[in-house]
């Protein structure tokens, strides 16, 4: 969760080192942050719609255990009042039960809560998230060599069914920064044999060679939308919550808000609209990185003549060793797993997604 790991890093930092961000404005601009969600937040709590559908499909459609279910629906939370600027408000207004007898006494008495309502991004966010960690929690494979699978293998695998450790080590020497030996390939080769992502038999032509080929590739999808959660997401069970909400409690009432920034009105309709129809919607992140932290959702939409002005200005892009995560493209904005870097003429360092790397090397060679 690499915002809130730059979070507390940037926290622990200043706790450690004072004097270091006394005068540091992207920490100060944190500070106040965290300031408004302590005091906006103490009294709200977070409100998930689809937690009774998310739950009734997650035991059979995915192997996680019911304390990974636990940890992923609190994770959707936090996530929520994280970005509770850009998320619904969802307002209940309960009656005291005396309220016919005396209205004037009732109005005072009248209690009303506010929930962060949980949005589809929260759950795009965190699926994806726990899908990285838990592949290598469950093969228990080293991050690198999982690297090595995702990039060398199965892109070797695009080529041919089946392929050798030389073509493995040359499809890794290619794109790696980081070169490795013929010898150090065929270790993370037979990891991957022995979790069970590769198999292996001899070259019939050249019995002192291995051939390798990958196995169920489509099954090992990191992508929980093709799991189907995303048939969870439908106007009917949000309306159907609403209503049960409704119901649950004679006195009560519920109103929904754009935000808990903007206290507009807004119907149902329109927020399933905007925070559950689209099933590749961005994530709203606000990074401490940028001076330009803001409560409103940056949109990620940078039209293409934009995109390649950036790109010009990098005078180089390489793979980094050891960082690779989710990072946030300093080309298109929308936070991706990589590790691509780039390095603009005036040595600054940027995140560069595996989209934008290749929209710089190809204009590169254009340019050339
Ligand atoms: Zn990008």
Same mark, same amino acid.
Request: net charge negative.
């Given at each position: 969760?690499?915002?809130?790991?730059?979070?507390?890093?940037?926290?622990?930092?200043?706790?450690?080192?004072?004097?270091?961000?006394?005068?540091?404005?992207?920490?100060?601009?944190?500070?106040?942050?965290?300031?408004?969600?302590?005091?906006?937040?103490?009294?709200?709590?977070?409100?998930?719609?689809?937690?009774?559908?998310?739950?009734?499909?997650?035991?059979?459609?995915?192997?996680?255990?019911?304390?990974?279910?636990?940890?992923?629906? &609190?994770?959707?939370?936090?996530?929520?009042?994280?970005?509770?600027?850009?998320?619904?408000?969802?307002?209940?207004?309960?009656?005291?039960?005396?309220?016919?007898?005396?209205?004037?006494? !009732?109005?005072?008495?009248?209690?009303?809560?506010?929930?962060?309502?949980?949005?589809?991004?929260?759950?795009?966010?965190?699926?994806?998230?726990?899908?990285?960690?838990?592949?290598?929690? +469950?093969?228990?494979?080293?991050?690198?060599?999982?690297?090595?699978?995702? +990039?060398?293998?199965?892109?070797?695998?695009?080529?041919?069914? +089946?392929?050798?450790?030389?073509?493995?080590?040359?499809?890794?020497?290619?794109?790696?920064?980081?070169?490795?030996?013929?010898?150090?390939?065929?270790?993370?080769?037979?990891?991957?044999?022995?979790?069970?992502?590769?198999?292996?038999?001899?070259?019939? !032509?050249?019995?002192?060679?291995?051939?390798?080929?990958?196995?169920?590739? &489509?099954?090992?999808?990191?992508?929980?939308?093709?799991?189907?959660?995303?048939?969870?997401?439908?106007?009917?069970?949000?309306?159907?919550?609403?209503?049960?909400?409704?119901?649950?409690?004679?006195?009560?009432?519920?109103?929904?808000?754009?935000?808990?920034?903007?206290?507009?009105?807004?119907?149902?309709?329109?927020?399933? !609209?905007?925070?559950?129809?689209? +099933?590749?919607?961005?994530?709203?992140?606000?990074?401490?990185?940028?001076?330009?932290?803001?409560?409103?959702?940056?949109?990620?939409?940078?039209?293409?003549?934009?995109?390649?002005?950036?790109?010009?200005?990098?005078?180089?892009?390489?793979?980094?060793?050891?960082?690779?995560?989710?990072?946030?493209?300093?080309?298109?904005?929308?936070?991706?797993?990589?590790?691509?870097?780039?390095?603009?003429?005036?040595?600054?360092?940027?995140?560069?997604?595996?989209?934008?790397?290749?929209?710089?090397?190809?204009?590169?060679?254009?340019?050339?």
């Amino acid at each position: 969760m690499t915002e809130f790991q730059v979070l507390i890093g940037i926290l622990t930092t200043a706790r450690a080192y004072p004097w270091m961000s006394q005068h540091d404005f992207d920490y100060m601009l944190l500070e106040g942050y965290i300031h408004f969600l302590k005091n906006q937040l103490s009294e709200i709590k977070a409100v998930d719609p689809y937690a009774i559908k998310f739950a009734q499909a997650f035991p059979s459609r995915s192997p996680l255990s019911m304390r990974d279910f636990k940890h992923l629906t &609190n994770l959707i939370k936090v996530s929520a009042l994280f970005h509770f600027a850009q998320r619904p408000l969802v307002i209940r207004k309960i009656k005291p039960e005396t309220a016919a007898e005396d209205p004037a006494a !009732n109005e005072k008495k009248e209690i009303e809560e506010r929930y962060i309502m949980v949005t589809r991004h929260d759950y795009d966010f965190i699926m994806a998230l726990w899908n990285n960690i838990q592949e290598t929690t +469950e093969t228990s494979a080293p991050g690198h060599i999982i690297k090595f699978y995702h +990039e060398a293998v199965e892109d070797a695998a695009k080529e041919k069914q +089946e392929f050798t450790i030389e073509d493995l080590t040359e499809k890794w020497n290619s794109r790696a920064e980081d070169k490795k030996s013929s010898d150090a390939i065929r270790r993370w080769t037979a990891f991957l044999c022995s979790i069970g992502y590769l198999t292996s038999r001899p070259d019939p !032509n050249d019995k002192r060679r291995q051939l390798f080929k990958t196995i169920h590739a &489509n099954q090992k999808s990191r992508n929980y939308t093709n799991l189907q959660f995303s048939s969870i997401f439908t106007l009917e069970t949000l309306k159907a919550w609403l209503k049960e909400a409704e119901q649950i409690f004679a006195h009560n009432s519920l109103s929904l808000k754009e935000s808990l920034i903007s206290e507009r009105e807004t119907s149902i309709e329109e927020l399933y !609209n905007r925070h559950f129809l689209s +099933e590749t919607c961005p994530h709203a992140n606000i990074s401490p990185s940028t001076s330009e932290a803001s409560l409103i959702e940056k949109s990620p939409k940078v039209d293409e003549n934009g995109k390649i002005n950036k790109l010009r200005n990098f005078k180089t892009v390489y793979w980094s060793d050891g960082y690779y995560g989710w990072h946030t493209c300093a080309v298109c904005g929308y936070t991706k797993l990589t590790s691509w870097q780039a390095e603009n003429f005036k040595d600054e360092k940027v995140w560069l997604c595996e989209d934008c790397k290749e929209a710089w090397e190809k204009q590169q060679a254009g340019d050339a």
